[in-house]
Nanobody, 126 residues
């Protein structure tokens, strides 16, 4: 099982980035995929999740209206389009996959997800 996050980088405030999470080694289209972020010294924070059929999405209040999650099951990939980035969005972003848990539960219980990817660092300068 592998979840490969990419697309992070350095961007100025107000800018945009698109993160990708490429999956392999499991039945991708049967899993919900979530993005979390973490800064040193703080707990991992749920950002956005998307259900297996793309019909169900979930966002943290802090990113609603700025971030959009989508998935391309044919490509085994989930995307996170991040617009209007702010310095407080600076963090390492992780993608995770889970087969059964409801999206709100995953948001609050990152330790319960089935699979984690490595993170990609997003730095937003002021």
């Amino acid at each position: 099982v592998q979840l490969q996050a990419s697309g992070g980088g350095l961007v100025q405030a107000g800018g945009s980035l698109r993160l990708s999470c490429a999956a392999s080694g499991f039945s991708f289209d049967g899993y919900s995929i979530c993005w979390f972020r973490q800064v040193p010294g703080k707990e991992r924070e749920g950002i956005s999740c998307i259900g297996s059929n793309s019909g169900n999405t979930y966002y943290a209040d802090s990113v609603k209206g700025r971030f959009t999650i989508s998935r391309a099951n044919a490509e085994n990939t989930v995307y996170l389009q991040m617009n209007s980035l702010q310095p407080e969005d600076t963090a390492r972003y992780y993608c995770a996959a889970d087969r059964l848990s409801p999206l709100p539960f995953l948001f609050l219980n990152p330790s319960k997800v089935d699979y984690w990817g490595q993170g990609t660092l997003v730095t937003v300068s002021s």
